[in-house]
């Protein structure tokens, strides 16, 4: 370990240091989690990654989209659940829940943009459909089958899905988002879309981002054969290359990362299976440079 440390605050008060089991919002970091979860599924035979996604959901109009489109950002569904709050305001009241979002994308009837697997577009309507999908197959919440099926089983004890539905407002270590405004330092507050959970929700530390870390080196929850369809590049029907798995961007065969930018989160991760490393950035504040210091790291430990 060459370096495991935190700077700053856990919120806009500024009065609590943070430490290493601060717990951060990840934000699109979480995407690798909500893959890993329909892995497990996989794992225990519960559905496959080519099943069509209305072998799951109630979504008649994409019989077309399968899971693993989902998962690389293929399927061309319309990305339209963050315009829902204010369309259907009424209906949705406090906070927009997974299942009262892919209601809603239903009554929407939307057609695909494209053929699924024409294009590859960054979607986090999809990502919020596979958490659906492991409600469906699971029959308990997406955070309930996150934290049995996978954190708790890590002993990842500072990682956990969290929202506006979660049942406990807080919890131990959690930090807040926050931001400088033109020299006043103002708090983030989560809105209606923090009821959803797939594309972002996930919390967690940098302590637990060392067991994710070798999880990915091998672990009793999954297969080899299954973890490595995690960093399978996807090939379009036109025969593109596209540098997506399942919730990782490929950055070369040895390479793979994320980053994530919601409220206050400024995260990012990036593993080197050659060189045996990985750096992971968590930031709570809002803050421009998390981008610039990771390739800043990256350079240094190539």
Request: aromatic letters at 10%.
């Amino acid at each position: 370990m060459l370096l495991k440390s935190t700077y700053g605050f856990t919120d806009h008060t500024r009065t609590k240091k943070l430490n290493n089991e601060s717990s951060f919002r990840l934000a699109s970091v979480s995407k690798q989690f909500t893959g890993v979860g329909i892995m497990l599924l996989k794992e225990k035979g519960k559905l496959d990654f080519d099943d069509s996604i209305t072998k799951f959901l109630p979504l008649p109009l994409y019989k077309k989209v399968t899971v693993r489109h989902l998962l690389n950002h293929t399927s061309g569904i319309p990305d339209v659940y963050m315009n829902f709050p204010e369309k259907y305001q009424s209906e949705i009241g406090e906070a927009l829940t997974i299942s009262k979002m892919i209601e809603l994308l239903g009554k929407e009837n939307l057609p695909l943009n494209n053929v699924p697997n024409d294009i590859h577009s960054y979607n986090n309507t999809g990502y919020v459909l596979l958490a659906g999908i492991i409600e469906s197959v699971s029959g308990v919440s997406f955070e309930e089958f996150m934290q049995v099926e996978l954190f708790n089983k890590l002993k990842m004890d500072n990682t956990r899905v969290w929202n506006l539905v979660s049942n406990d407002n807080d919890f131990e270590n959690k930090t807040s988002s926050f931001d400088n405004v033109l020299g006043d330092v103002v708090e983030l507050k989560p809105d209606v879309l923090d009821g959803v959970a797939g594309d972002g929700a996930v919390f967690s530390s940098i302590n637990d981002f060392v067991i994710w870390n070798q999880f990915w080196n091998g672990n009793e929850l999954l297969s080899q054969e299954t973890m490595e369809e995690a960093f399978k590049k996807m090939i379009l029907n036109d025969g593109t290359i596209i540098n997506y798995g399942f919730g990782w961007s490929i950055f070369s065969d040895h390479a793979h990362g994320h980053n994530g930018s919601w409220l206050g989160a400024r995260t990012s991760i990036v593993r080197n299976k050659k060189l045996k490393n990985c750096i992971v950035v968590l930031d709570n504040s809002a803050s421009m440079n998390v981008d610039k210091i990771v390739n800043q790291l990256v350079k240094v430990l190539k």
